[in-house]
């Protein structure tokens, strides 16, 4: 038994690729730990507020000095970092927009990174703090970025392994829907992707 978070950047709703592929990946570790719980959040629907200097200053400050300002503007990087910490699993629907993430995705990565709480330092460097997890990334796109000259511009796969790891979740596989608006290749793309999952 399992505690799967499965969070939704896509701003296509149910047609999304992303989404479709994400929800497969949930079906499959529901299949795979009998009993799982899953909690399902669709980052668009949270209006999320994008990073600014009341809220830095407040991720910085120690918590016995903060203000009811200062908290309020931290309640909803408190839920969203206790809502990561709760999970086994965390599946992320991460369509390519513009070669990267939705910016709500963004907004909750700036959220979930804090100081002392979800990454550290030591005398050799940064250190993650969120360990234990196990991250499945269902990433749609247009075009082929998994190999071939477009491979470059994917600056989500990369982007997402790079600073998850940095916060300890060192263990992510990425399963593609791609080529959803290519002539020959979008007709079996989403069946494709969903064929690869696998569940670890």
């Given at each position: 038994?399992?505690?799967?978070?499965?969070?939704?950047s896509s701003i296509q709703g149910n047609q999304s690729y992303s989404f479709r592929l994400s929800k497969a990946i949930v079906e499959?570790?529901?299949e795979k730990y009998p009993g799982s719980t899953v909690e399902e959040v669709n980052l668009n629907d949270l209006d999320i507020p994008?990073?600014?200097?009341?809220?830095?200053?407040?991720?910085?400050?120690?918590?016995?000095?903060?203000?009811?300002?200062?908290?309020?503007?931290?309640?909803?990087?408190?839920?969203?970092?206790?809502?990561?910490?709760?999970?086994?699993?965390?599946?992320?629907?991460?369509?390519?927009?513009?070669?990267?993430?939705?910016?709500?995705?963004?907004?909750?990565?700036?959220?979930?990174?804090?100081?002392?709480?979800?990454?550290?330092?030591?005398?050799?460097?940064?250190?993650?703090?969120?360990?234990?997890?196990?991250?499945?990334?269902?990433?749609?796109?247009?075009?082929?970025?998994?190999?071939?000259?477009?491979?470059?511009?994917?600056?989500?796969?990369?982007?997402l392994k790079a600073f998850l790891g940095f916060l300890g979740m060192t263990d992510m596989t990425v399963f593609r829907a791609e080529?959803?608006?290519?002539?020959?290749?979008?007709?079996?793309?989403?069946?494709?992707?969903?064929?690869?999952?696998?569940?670890?």
């Amino acid at each position: 038994m399992k505690r799967i978070l499965h969070l939704i950047s896509s701003i296509q709703g149910n047609q999304s690729y992303s989404f479709r592929l994400s929800k497969a990946i949930v079906e499959k570790g529901i299949e795979k730990y009998p009993g799982s719980t899953v909690e399902e959040v669709n980052l668009n629907d949270l209006d999320i507020p994008h990073l600014n200097p009341t809220i830095l200053q407040s991720m910085f400050t120690p918590g016995e000095q903060l203000t009811a300002e200062a908290k309020e503007s931290l309640r909803y990087s408190d839920e969203a970092v206790k809502q990561l910490m709760a999970s086994d699993i965390i599946v992320i629907g991460a369509p390519l927009y513009n070669f990267t993430i939705h910016t709500a995705l963004k907004a909750w990565i700036d959220h979930i990174t804090r100081a002392g709480i979800t990454f550290g330092y030591n005398e050799n460097g940064p250190v993650g703090m969120v360990t234990g997890k196990k991250v499945y990334v269902a990433m749609s796109s247009g075009g082929i970025y998994s190999e071939g000259p477009s491979k470059g511009n994917d600056f989500v796969a990369p982007y997402l392994k790079a600073f998850l790891g940095f916060l300890g979740m060192t263990d992510m596989t990425v399963f593609r829907a791609e080529g959803v608006k290519v002539p020959g290749v979008k007709e079996y793309a989403l069946e494709k992707g969903i064929e690869s999952i696998r569940i670890d």
